[in-house]
């Protein structure tokens, strides 16, 4: 451009030079044309010479701010936002140059708020408990979060821009966007991940994105809200069978009555020894339901203290050493060491006492030994219930602090179990800050080992 204008403004300086030349001799010699073409030529030169210069000058100051806007636009189009442009002495350039400096800053701020809406945008998906994959055409990965390469074993920084299957082996994932993507609709489903060492529940949302031919993938962890869904059923189930039992047999001695054996004393001292019987059985049932959800919604009301177990154990387990005696059996108290302390509410620590030293005795063989230590350990206090019965088989260790579950549960009902003393002894605990477990041995007996602090926490 600055060669054009540069010789644009030589010609014309030429140009006007010769009309100049010519226009003087016409005036001064009287002729035109034969004057034009022999004394003109040296006046032509002189002033194309002196053409030459301003033509450079203007040429110059014309093109300058045209290629520093071109400049600019490169400089923007690499992602200059910052950079500016003046436009020269020229008032149209100058105008141009605010017009274009303008408009870089409005893009330099779009193009922010765009990058600080991304910022957060994945900082929030980022966050997010749920798995969230977006895949675009020929499912190739978008983004993927933190959460969504937990959930699928993958690393959630490697998988961008790779297809979907590199990143999940699971077909049932890639099937179901494949279908969402051909039908066009939003689909939500849930599938079994059985391959890793702890099988998944998985739950799918698929949100189709028409626009831009892929979709958002939601997956949400949903294993423990089954495990406590199959629970709630169990114990739904457990519960109206616990309870239909005694009343049954309530229902049949009072018909039996009611239909003359209310006449004959020793059939009615049999069917009202058996009312009183499943009534406490009932009482019971009802009590341990009510104190297990009492502690479960937190309204159980504790005030722990700090207790002194040589004094303690044996004086609210008076009462079992007489049912130990009842069963011949021996029910021995171990402590390992004087004054040991115990932070822990009265109640409750009671309560888990009389659980576990009566599931001793119950399901322990008549000649017996239950003994009961407790010693410290470190911050801690330990305390243990030890049978020589018939243990608990190692399938169901693991499990016996459910509710209502039995590892012998016709024993368990003969023997007059509620099958929720457990459960309650377990809850106790955890509300304490202790813990409980299990060790056991198939004909060699039981050892509960209760933890508590052995200060205020």
Known sequence: MFWRLFIAFVAFGVSTAVLAAGVTLHLYNGGWYPALFTEAPPIIIVVGLLAVIPAYIVARSMVRPWNEILEGVIRVAEGDYQHRVHGGTWREGRALARGFNEMSERLANQFQQLREDERKLRAILGGMTEGVIAVGPNLKILFANNAAGKMLSFDAKHVVDRPLHVASRIPAIRQLIEKSLATGKNSREEIEVSHS???????????????????????????????????????????????????????????????????????????????????????????????????????????????????????????????????????EFLPQAENVMVWADEESLETILLNLVDNAIKYSQAGATIQVSWANQGEKTEIQVRDNGPGIPLRDQSRIFERFYRVDKARSRELGGTGLGLSIVKHLVQAMSGSIQVQSELGKGSTFIVTLPRSKP
């Open 197 to 331: 060492l702890n099988p998944k529940t998985l739950g799918l949302s698929i949100t189709v994105l028409p626009e831009s031919h892929g979709a958002i993938l939601v997956i949400e962890d949903v294993t423990e809200l089954r495990r406590l869904e199959q629970l709630r059923q169990e114990f739904v189930a457990n519960v109206s069978h616990e309870l239909k039992t005694p009343l049954t047999v309530i229902r049949t001695c009072t018909e039996n009555l009611l239909d003359g054996a209310v006449e004959d004393p020793r059939m009615r001292e049999v069917f009202l020894n058996s009312i009183n019987e499943q009534s406490e059985r009932l009482l019971a049932l009802i009590l341990d339901l009510l104190s297990l959800g009492r502690i479960e919604s937190g309204e159980q009301l504790l005030d722990p203290q700090q207790i002194e177990l040589g004094e303690f154990i044996p004086a609210c387990l008076e009462n079992q050493v007489i049912n130990a005696q009842a069963k011949q059996s021996t029910l």
